[in-house]
């Protein structure tokens, strides 16, 4: 651990990471009834892709494909954001990971593109919560706040088959595990997965606060934290020092 | 090896991979100046794409950026398709691999859709040769004919770090094997990168004559071939028939 | 008059001829400074035209812009629905129009659409107003109910270079009077206009609702209502009806 | 007449009305089944909109429109250029119009966005032509030169029912002539039918070399020319000049 390995930060759209590995281990196959597994490649027009394509979103890590499987869990579940802490606290041990829930009002205050999703999704008969009830949840969950430290203790079942070394128990399937991994590779870093697998060569997840959590499978979870984000929205410096630490550890699972 | 293992197929799109690794080997970076690393994601509208886009392909296995690729290794080397022969020949340890000409004739006749493209990307000036003669050289090298051993040969230098136990020697870098595997698993084929990596988790091109070519780097390549296509384009069951190998032996990178 | 020339209807989208003459009275060119004079020509996706051109909407007639324009008045007047029935009490000389609360209330309920573009209107700063206050404001005035008797008076201004009858005054310039016809030709039939002007070559405004208001400059306006539509969401037989009055009487503006 | 108005210019796309009324005259309304009657709406994705539409072009008048009129000219009267131009001699009763071959040649050697469209036609089955010699068609037609007075006194039918007065017949009915004003009114002037309408209230025909040729139903045709062209393709002076011209006569068909 270098640097600010400890100091908490908003992770964003890591959370869909969470919510994902929620629906595929309470709910299987189901989720795939509603969300694609496709990288979108469209960053100009995210709305048009939703449009032309009836509703159904590419992957579950586009926001709209977010925005689908909060709305499965809060309907399976009840609640969504209060849930992934629970699962976050208990997976990476530690108890004082929390809701920043200034950061949630406020994000909500701001949500337009996000409500515009979400009543289009309604117009397609995709969603069964209120556009602004789920809209809200999201909000929530992109505001739960995790140090590099515990993001990359949460996220270590997805490297070792899905066994928890702090629980002592399978948390997940191996093949689930292998699933989220092949889904973080094709679509987990926005709209630049192509150059992330070209420079990294590693599944991974990044969130518009500069966090990204990167799988070497086999061997270990990496979290990396940089506030600056590239054209993409993934951390700029988090980017670069993934791709150096993969180079000199041959991490890469590409070869 | 099982079933037809020494019958030759029409490669066709996997000779995009062919002539990639050589204007990789050749040219260096020089080629990314014309086509970009990210999965196109659109199966309803590749033309809009490249419209939007001011004629700069997404990725070198879309029609369009295997066109520029061609277009590139015309000017470099004066032709392309009896190049990329013999490179197959050279890398596979196999004389008896050639062009099927009446197959590179008969798909010019109908090559309208590349032919646009081909159009398109000169109005932008992304390429140099005649839109005809581009198209018609991009016939014949989709046109070479090989079989599932000559294939799995051929690319086992992407799963050995880039030795080549034919020609003993490393025929290249294992930073474009990284870098070639990292696009085959974000653009290899065509619109189910997120599907194939989801069920198959092994870097992989496939070519609508029904091959398909896997890596597995550090271990082998594999060469799959069955004619029956799925909606994107590729093997039905040479897909499926990848899925259960890798499950079996457990080869995807993907945990 | 034949028919049920007194039975009232839902006027729907024909309100948006009402609020853009109320605009234009009111606030002169200012409008145009947030919507545009063209067709849209988009039936196929009108969420990603309004995304690509960064939140500009084509014209006042389709939903982008008539939210835009009800934006507008409701900042300028402090209400819309009220302001409009009132003017088309005063221009048709019948106190008995109103607004029908029943079809707003249930409107708005299912309003996800509407509510889809004022979010994404919101994101680019084309509205002042909150996208639910607004989409609920733009139901009301939708439901306003009248009689084609009623609407072809209302709109007679339209025929009469400004003047009205039914006031003994001029309540429009000629200059906006031939403007708006200008944008009822080009833009007043949904994405019918090209074959609304070749069938019947009158400018006109339609409604969901069926009815259809047509204008011959210097001769007379038109009201028919017939609730069946065609693929574009005009009255199918309003329109042939329209149609062959045109032809038997010579009305056409055009030859 | 005032200004150069005897001078020849190159009429370009309103060449696209003559070869539709050839098409109408001598084909009556077969012509609608390959292409549509609606504005195109589109200046940013023309080739999109085609693709999306499986190649039905949205009207005679954007150039996949054009090349499908030319392609059906071709067919039934195994020559497009030649006859247009006899056409014009006929009509404007001048011998000495003629197509500049120089410009044809010219820009057939830039045409590779025409050759792109009528490429993406062919995959559509939507032209019979081969694609290069279409093109080659089209550009002829193109570069027919005329002057102001010529192209004022070849359109007048359009004003006059479908009467020429200088070869004393009549060579049009008033329904063709109809619906050409109603077409022109809706897709004549490239992507500014809306606020052409707006400004100048007259159905017209616009080339990029600088010509309009407007018709007011009933009383005169008239044509400007002036080389300068608005963003949208459309004489900058021209327009200016019409608008001016038609304020003060009152020739606006729209009130």
Same mark, same amino acid.
């Given at each position: 651990m270098v640097g600010d390995a400890h100091e908490p930060f908003s992770i964003q759209s890591i959370s869909k990471l969470l919510t994902l590995i929620l629906a595929l281990c309470r709910g299987g196959d189901e989720i795939w009834q509603s969300v694609g597994k496709e990288p979108s490649g469209t960053p100009f027009n995210f709305l048009a892709q939703l449009e032309l394509e009836s509703g159904f979103p590419r992957n579950p890590f586009i926001n709209a494909g977010a925005l689908v499987v909060t709305d499965y869990l809060l309907k399976k579940l009840g609640a969504v954001a209060p849930v992934v802490r629970d699962y976050a606290r208990a997976l990476s041990g530690s108890t004082d990971i929390d809701i920043n829930r200034q950061v949630a009002v406020s994000e909500f205050k701001h949500a337009h593109k996000n409500l515009a999703i979400a009543h289009l999704l309604s117009t397609h008969g995709m969603i069964h919560s209120a556009p602004s009830a789920l809209v809200e949840e999201y909000c929530s969950q992109c505001a739960l706040e995790m140090s590099c430290s515990q993001l990359a203790r949460l996220f270590l079942p997805l490297?070792?088959?899905?066994?928890?070394?702090? @629980?002592?128990?399978?948390?997940?399937?191996?093949?689930? +595990?292998?699933? @989220?991994?092949? @889904?973080?590779?094709?679509?987990g870093v926005y709209d630049s +997965?192509?150059?992330?697998?070209?420079? +990294?060569?590693?599944?991974?997840?990044?969130?518009?606060?500069?966090?990204?959590?990167?799988?070497a499978p086999g061997k270990c979870s990496i979290a990396v934290w940089s506030p600056g984000l590239d054209r993409s929205g993934n951390s700029l410096v988090g980017t670069l020092a993934l791709e150096l630490f993969a180079q000199r550890t041959r991490l890469s699972v590409l070869g």
């Open positions: 490297a070792t088959g899905g066994f928890s070394r702090i @629980l002592g128990e399978t948390v997940m399937t191996q093949r689930i +595990v292998r699933r @989220l991994n092949a @889904l973080l590779m094709t679509s +997965v192509g150059s992330f697998a070209y420079r +990294v060569g590693l599944p991974a997840k990044s969130g518009v606060g500069g966090g990204i959590v990167a799988i």
